[in-house]
C-alpha cells in the first residue's frame, strides 16, 4: 500500500491527539490541546474560502449573464452590505441585528412555516399513495403524537395528553429506544471510521 | 476460346473483341475495300496496310486479310512453287506458295517491292537457314502458340474453305494470304525470284533482301490512281512510298541532285520542315535519325542506297529482327499525318521521283546508323503478330526512311541497310535499341507533332480510293482512335478504366525518355539497358513515411460514439416529466390546506384569545427549574445558542422562560455560539428577553458575547478544554478572562451551569460528548426542539446523567413558564398553537379516511368489473 505524505502527517496528527486522550501526560495534553487550537484556526479559514469562492461563483454567474443571474445579483448585493454593515459597526450592533431580525429570520421562519403546509398535504395523500399496514401505523402514531402535544381544540385528553398519556409514553420508550440505537450506531461508525482514518485506509483528504 | 493477342501491349484478349481491355487498342485492323463497288470495309478493322477484296470463297475468312497479303499469297502460288520446308517460317512459306489467279486478277497495280518481297522471300529462304534455327524456338513456340495473330496478319495464311481462325499455323495463314494477293504482289513475287544482285547475308532479315531484289529488279511501276483502292491500303502506301524513294534514291546517288527533294509532296516535305521545330524528345530515334541531315549523325554513311545492305551493314544489324523499317516508318509517318493529299498523286511519270521523296531525300539522310551492339530483345518483348516477320535480325530504326530521291528500284529501298553503319555513340544505341522495342510495341505511338500531322487531312487520293472519311485515322494510335471525325471513342466504363495498365500510359511518354532512362551510366553495366541500377539515387532516398498510431477515428464514428455513450449512460436516469400547468386537485388541496391554518391560526391573535390550558411539566423541566434555582448569584452562566434563525419561533418561546429564570437569577451569561448567525442571534434573545422580562440586561456588565467558535467539534472540545485560547477577547474586545466575572476561568467547569439551545441533534450530541466529560460538577442543561427531545433524552435518563435538565419545544416552554408563573412568549403562541395542531390533525385524519374509502371503493368496483367478466 502506497503511503503518500498527506497521509503520513494525518496518521501522526491523529496519533498524537488520540495518544493525548490515552496517556495522561501534560506534554502530550499540551500537543493535543495546540493542534486542536490549530484545527479551529484551520476551520475557520476554510469558512472564508468558501465565502470566497460564493462570491466568486455567483460574481461570475452575473458577468456571464448565466441563467438566474438576477438571483445571483441580489446575493452580492445583500453580501456586500452585510460585510460592510457588520464590518463597520460590528457583529452585534444596532444596524447589524436589525439586518438579522427584520431580514434574515423573518425569511427563514416563512420557510419553516411553509413546511407545516408541505407536511400536512403529504400526510393527506399518504394513505392514497401507499395502502399499507406500516402506513396506517405510521400515520396513527404522528396524529397520536401531534394530538397529544396540545390540547384538541382546548380540550385535553386523558389518554392523550398528560405525563402518562399515550403521547408521553410514545416519545419516552419506542422513541427513546429508536433514538439510542441511532446513537449506538453513529457513536460505533464514528469510531471504526477514525480508526481507519487514522491506519491510512481511508484517504479522505486526498480527494 | 482462343485468343487475340494486343500488338501494342502484347495482352491476350478474347478473340470476339475488337479492341484491348487493357491498352485499347485495335485488335482487328480496319479493313479498307480495294474496288469501288466493293462494300466497304469495316471501320474497326485496322487495315494500315491494304487489303484486297476477298475471294467469293473466302470471304468469311478473310475479312481481315489485308489485300496486299491476299495478293502477294496468291502470286506466290502462281510464281514460286510452293516447296515444303519445314525450317521456313510462316511467313516465307506463305511467300512461295503460289497465288491464285483469280486473286491477282482481282487485285490492281501491286507495287514492285512487294513483288519482290516475295520473290526474295523464297530466295532467301535457304541462306537464312541458321538464323531460323536460332529462332527456331521462338518460331516453334510461336507456331504452337493458339493466340492468333492479328486479324490483318491472320489473313496471311492460306486461305481455305473453312474462315480463317488466330491460332492457325502460319503455313496456312500464308497459303491463305496468298489465294487473296493481288497482282501487284505477283510482281512482288516475280521481283523476287530473281536473284539478288548482292549475295545473301545471312544476319539480314529477309524482307531486306526482298527490297534488294527490288531494287535489281525494278519493275514497271504500277501508276497510283486515286480511283484504285488499293492506294488507300496502308501497305499500298508503304509500296509506293519505298518505291519513290528508291528511285529518288538512286537519283540522288547518281546525280546529286538536291532538287529531287524538292519534288517531295508537300505532306512529305512537312516532315523535313517541321523536323527541325520537333524536339529530340519528341521524335522516336529510329525516325529522328531518319529526318535529321545526314552530316549530322555520326557515323552515317551518305547517300546510302537501299538496294542493297553491305556486309558492313550487316555486321551491325541485329540478330533479332523487330519491325520491318520501311513498313514501320512508313506507317508510322502515315500514322502521323505527313501523308498529305499530295503523295501518290505524282503518277505522270513511273519512273520520277515525287516531289515530296525528293525533298525528303534531300532533307534526310538515306543512310542508318546502324548500332554496333543492340541489346537482345526477348521473346516476351515480340508480339505475336510480329512472330512472323521475327525471322531477320533487327535493323537500325533510326533512319527509317521510305525512298530516297532518285532511286530506280520501284520497290522498296534498302539503300540505307547496305551501308556499314559506324558504332552509334550510346545514346543513339539505346536509342535504336529503345526505339526497336518500343516502336514494336507502339508502332502507333505519337508525340506532338506526330499528333498534329495525324489530324491533318489525308492526302486526296486516299480519300477518294478508299471512299472512306478518316480512313486514316484508323491507322492512328489506339489513344487517338475516335477523337477524328467520323469516329466516336467507345465510352469505356469507369471499371474498365481504372483497369487501364500502366502500359498505356507509357505509350503516350517518348520514346526516348524511357530509353534514356533504361540506360545504365555507372558502374561496370554502363550503356546496358533493363539492369538494376549500381548506385542509389540520393535524390530519391527519403525517410519513411510516419505512421501516426493514434486511433484515426472519423466524424462519422465519433457520432456513433456519443450517440452510444449517451444511451449506456442515460439508462437508470429517471427521464423529466413534464410539468402541469393546470390547476389540478393537489394544488386546491394545498392552497385550501393553506387557507385554514392561516386563518385557524389568525384567530386567537386578532381576538387575543388565551382560553386554552397550558401543560403541564414533566421531571426534566423541574430539574432544569431545580438547577437554575440552586446557581448561586451572579455566577456566570455559559449560554450557547447553537440554532438556526428558521427555527427561532420555537425555540425563543422555549428559552424565554428558562432564561427569564437565569436572569432572575441574576446570571452572568457568558455567549457563545458554534454556528455563524449564533452569535446575532445569542444578542437578539438576551435583548428581547431583557426586555420582555424588564431584566435591562446590558453588556459587559451583565453579559458577554464570545461570538463565534469554528470547528462544531473540535472547536466544541477546543473551547471545553482552553476557553481563554479559543476565545481571548469578546466579540466588543474586552479581556473578559482577565476582568470581569470570568477573570481566572481556564475550563468550562469554572462555570456555573452550561445551556445549550439547539434544534440540531448532532450540536446536542457534541455538546453532551466533547463538553460534558470536561464540566465536573457543572451542570449542562439542554433547551432544544421537540423534535430532536428523544434524541436527548437517553442523555437525561441515563445514570451517568449527563444532561441536568431538557425543555423540549413550546410545551416545554409553556409548562416551565406556568411552573414559573412568568408568562411569556409561549402563553402567547399556545392557544394558536392548539388549534393548528388540532386543525392539521383533523386534515390529516379526514384525507386518510376519504382515501381509504376511495381505495376500498375503487378496488371493490374491480372485483365487481372482473367477476362480471
Redo the contacts between chains.
Keep these: 500500500m502506497k503511503i503518500s505524505i498527506s497521509a503520513v502527517i494525518a496518521i501522526a496528527f491523529g496519533g498524537l491527539v488520540l495518544a493525548g486522550y490515552f496517556i495522561d501526560v501534560p506534554r502530550l495534553a499540551l500537543i493535543r490541546?495546540v493542534f486542536?487550537?490549530y484545527?479551529?484556526?484551520l476551520?475557520?479559514v476554510a469558512?472564508l474560502v468558501g465565502l470566497v469562492n460564493l462570491f466568486s461563483v455567483h460574481w461570475h454567474k452575473v458577468t456571464s449573464s448565466e441563467k438566474n443571474y438576477a438571483y445571483s445579483t441580489i446575493l452580492l448585493v445583500a453580501f456586500v452590505i452585510t460585510i460592510l454593515v457588520a464590518g463597520f459597526f460590528?457583529?452585534?450592533a444596532s444596524w447589524?441585528?436589525w439586518i438579522?431580525?427584520f431580514i434574515?429570520?423573518p425569511v427563514?421562519?416563512s420557510?419553516?412555516a411553509i413546511l407545516?403546509?408541505?407536511l400536512?398535504?403529504a400526510?393527506?395523500?399518504?394513505?392514497?399513495r401507499r395502502?399499507n399496514l406500516f402506513t396506517l401505523v405510521f400515520?396513527g402514531t404522528?396524529?397520536i403524537v401531534?394530538?397529544g402535544?396540545?390540547?384538541?381544540?382546548?380540550v385535553?385528553l386523558p389518554l392523550l395528553?398528560?405525563?402518562s398519556g399515550l403521547r408521553?409514553l410514545i416519545?419516552?420508550i419506542p422513541?427513546?429506544a429508536?433514538?439510542?440505537g441511532?446513537?449506538l450506531g453513529?457513536a460505533l461508525g464514528t469510531i471504526a471510521t477514525g480508526l481507519r482514518v487514522l491506519m491510512g485506509v481511508d484517504r479522505p483528504y486526498e480527494g | 476460346m482462343s485468343e487475340l493477342r494486343c500488338p501494342m501491349c502484347g495482352k491476350s484478349n478474347p478473340s470476339e473483341r475488337e479492341i484491348c481491355q487493357y491498352c485499347q487498342a485495335r485488335l482487328k485492323p480496319l479493313v479498307i475495300s480495294q474496288h469501288p463497288d466493293e462494300p466497304a470495309p469495316k471501320k474497326d478493322s485496322l487495315d494500315f496496310l491494304g487489303q484486297s477484296p476477298p475471294s467469293s470463297q473466302d470471304e468469311a475468312a478473310d475479312e481481315g486479310l489485308p489485300d496486299w497479303l491476299a495478293s502477294l499469297r496468291k502470286a506466290d502460288e502462281a510464281a514460286v512453287p510452293s516447296e515444303p520446308a519445314e525450317d521456313l517460317p510462316d511467313w516465307l512459306e506463305m511467300e512461295k506458295q503460289p497465288i491464285p489467279e483469280e486473286t491477282r486478277q482481282d487485285e490492281a497495280a501491286v507495287p514492285d517491292w512487294l513483288t519482290s518481297f516475295r520473290a526474295s522471300g523464297a530466295d532467301v529462304e535457304e541462306g537464312l537457314s541458321d538464323e531460323r534455327e536460332e529462332y527456331s524456338p521462338s518460331i516453334s513456340q510461336r507456331e504452337s502458340e493458339e493466340e492468333g495473330l492479328p486479324d490483318w496478319l491472320e489473313g496471311m495464311s492460306p486461305s481455305t474453305s473453312a474462315p480463317l481462325e488466330p491460332g492457325e499455323s502460319g503455313e496456312e495463314a500464308l497459303a491463305q494470304i496468298e489465294s487473296e494477293e493481288p497482282e501487284w504482289l505477283d510482281r512482288l513475287g516475280e521481283a523476287a525470284e530473281t536473284p539478288p544482285t548482292q549475295p545473301v547475308d545471312r544476319n539480314k532479315p529477309d524482307w531486306q533482301d526482298t527490297f534488294d531484289e527490288l531494287e535489281v529488279q525494278p519493275e514497271a511501276e504500277k501508276p497510283l490512281t486515286p480511283g484504285t483502292e488499293q492506294a488507300f491500303s496502308f501497305e499500298s502506301q508503304l509500296s509506293e512510298l519505298e518505291e519513290e524513294y528508291s528511285k529518288q534514291q538512286l537519283a540522288a546517288d547518281t546525280e546529286g541532285d538536291e532538287e529531287g527533294a524538292a519534288t517531295l509532296p508537300a505532306w512529305l516535305s512537312a516532315v523535313g520542315a517541321t523536323e527541325a521545330e520537333v524536339e529530340q524528345e519528341s521524335i522516336p530515334d529510329w525516325l529522328a535519325g531518319a529526318l535529321e541531315p545526314q552530316a549530322e549523325q555520326p557515323g552515317v554513311l551518305p547517300e546510302q542506297p537501299f538496294t542493297a545492305i553491305d556486309a558492313q551493314a550487316e555486321e551491325h544489324i541485329s540478330d533479332e529482327f523487330v519491325i520491318s523499317p520501311s513498313l514501320g516508318v512508313v506507317a508510322a509517318e502515315i500514322a502521323k499525318g505527313e501523308l498529305e493529299e499530295e503523295p501518290f498523286q505524282d503518277t505522270e511519270t513511273e519512273t520520277a521521283a515525287p516531289d515530296w521523296l525528293e525533298e525528303l531525300a534531300s532533307n534526310q539522310p538515306a543512310a542508318v546508323v546502324l548500332p554496333e551492339e543492340k541489346a537482345p530483345i526477348t521473346e516476351a518483348d515480340i508480339p505475336d503478330w510480329l512472330a512472323g516477320y521475327d525471322e531477320t535480325p533487327a535493323l537500325d530504326l533510326e533512319e527509317q526512311l521510305p525512298y530516297g530521291p532518285g532511286s530506280e528500284e520501284p520497290g522498296l529501298l534498302l539503300d540505307w541497310l547496305e551501308e556499314e553503319a559506324e558504332p552509334a555513340p550510346e545514346e543513339a544505341e539505346a536509342a535504336v535499341i529503345d526505339a526497336a522495342v518500343t516502336s514494336f510495341v507502339a508502332p502507333f505511338a505519337l508525340d506532338e507533332e506526330g499528333q498534329e500531322l495525324l489530324e491533318s487531312e489525308p492526302p486526296e487520293w486516299m480519300a477518294q480510293a478508299a471512299g472512306l472519311e478518316g480512313s486514316l485515322e484508323s491507322v492512328a494510335p489506339p489513344t487517338e482512335i475516335g477523337d477524328e471525325e467520323g469516329l466516336t471513342k467507345a465510352e469505356l466504363p469507369d471499371w474498365l478504366e481504372a483497369m487501364r495498365p500502366l502500359e498505356s500510359a507509357a505509350l503516350t511518354t517518348p520514346i526516348q525518355e524511357e530509353s534514356e532512362r533504361q540506360v545504365e551510366g555507372v558502374g561496370p553495366l554502363a550503356g546496358l539497358r533493363s539492369v538494376l541500377p549500381s548506385e542509389f539515387d540520393v535524390g530519391t532516398l527519403k525517410t519513411p513515411a510516419a505512421y501516426t498510431v493514434k486511433l484515426q477515428v472519423s466524424e462519422n464514428q465519433k457520432a456513433h460514439i456519443n450517440l452510444i455513450d449517451g444511451l449506456v449512460k442515460s439508462e437508470g436516469e429517471a427521464g423529466e416529466t413534464p410539468a402541469r400547468k393546470i390547476l389540478g386537485p393537489q394544488r386546491l388541496l394545498l392552497i385550501g390546506i393553506s387557507v385554514i391554518l392561516v386563518l385557524a391560526l389568525l384567530w386567537p391573535v386578532l381576538t387575543a384569545r388565551q382560553t386554552t390550558s397550558l401543560p403541564g411539566y414533566s421531571d426534566e423541566i423541574l430539574e432544569t427549574s431545580s438547577q437554575i434555582n440552586n446557581l448561586p448569584g451572579n455566577v456566570p452562566v455559559l449560554l450557547a445558542v447553537d440554532y438556526e434563525p428558521g427555527m427561532t419561533g420555537e425555540l425563543e418561546a422555549t428559552v424565554s422562560a428558562v432564561l427569564d429564570h437565569l436572569m432572575l437569577k441574576g446570571a452572568y451569561l457568558t455567549l457563545i455560539s458554534t454556528l455563524p448567525s449564533g452569535p446575532a442571534q445569542a444578542e437578539r434573545l438576551v435583548n428581547s428577553v431583557s426586555d420582555r422580562g424588564e431584566h435591562d440586561y446590558q453588556s459587559p456588565g451583565q453579559y458577554t458575547n464570545l461570538g463565534y467558535i469554528p470547528g462544531s467539534i473540535t472547536g466544541i472540545r477546543a473551547f471545553s478544554e482552553r476557553p481563554p485560547l479559543l476565545t481571548p477577547y469578546a466579540l466588543d474586545g474586552s479581556p473578559v478572562w482577565e476582568e470581569g466575572p470570568l477573570a481566572g476561568f481556564q475550563s468550562l467547569a469554572d462555570f456555573g451551569m452550561v445551556v445549550v439551545l439547539t434544534e440540531n441533534p448532532n450540536t446536542a450530541r457534541a455538546w453532551v460528548e466533547q463538553a460534558g466529560p470536561l464540566l465536573g460538577e457543572t451542570p449542562l442543561v439542554m433547551v432544544v426542539s421537540a423534535q430532536i427531545e428523544p434524541v436527548v433524552r437517553p442523555y437525561f435518563e441515563s445514570e451517568s446523567q449527563q444532561v441536568s435538565g431538557i425543555v423540549a419545544g413550546l410545551p416545554g416552554g409553556a409548562a416551565y413558564e406556568q411552573m414559573l408563573g412568568r408568562f411569556g412568549v409561549a402563553r402567547k403562541y399556545w392557544d394558536t398553537y392548539s388549534l393548528g395542531v388540532s386543525l392539521i390533525a383533523l386534515l390529516i385524519v379526514l384525507g386518510a379516511v376519504i382515501n381509504v374509502a376511495d381505495y376500498l371503493l375503487s378496488n371493490r368496483k374491480s372485483s365487481v368489473g372482473e367477476t362480471k367478466r
Excluded at chain 1, 400526510?123 to 392514497?128: A, D, K, W
Excluded at chain 1, 402535544?149 to 382546548?154: I, V, W
Aim: no cysteine.
Design positions: 490541546d486542536l487550537q484545527a479551529s484556526i476551520l475557520g469558512l460590528g457583529p452585534t447589524s441585528l438579522f431580525e434574515q429570520v427563514e421562519t420557510l419553516m407545516v403546509v408541505v400536512t398535504f400526510s393527506i395523500r399518504l394513505v392514497r395502502m400515520l404522528a396524529l401531534l394530538i402535544s396540545a390540547p384538541l381544540f382546548g385535553e395528553h398528560g405525563p408521553a416519545a419516552q422513541a427513546v429508536g433514538a439510542r441511532l446513537l453513529v
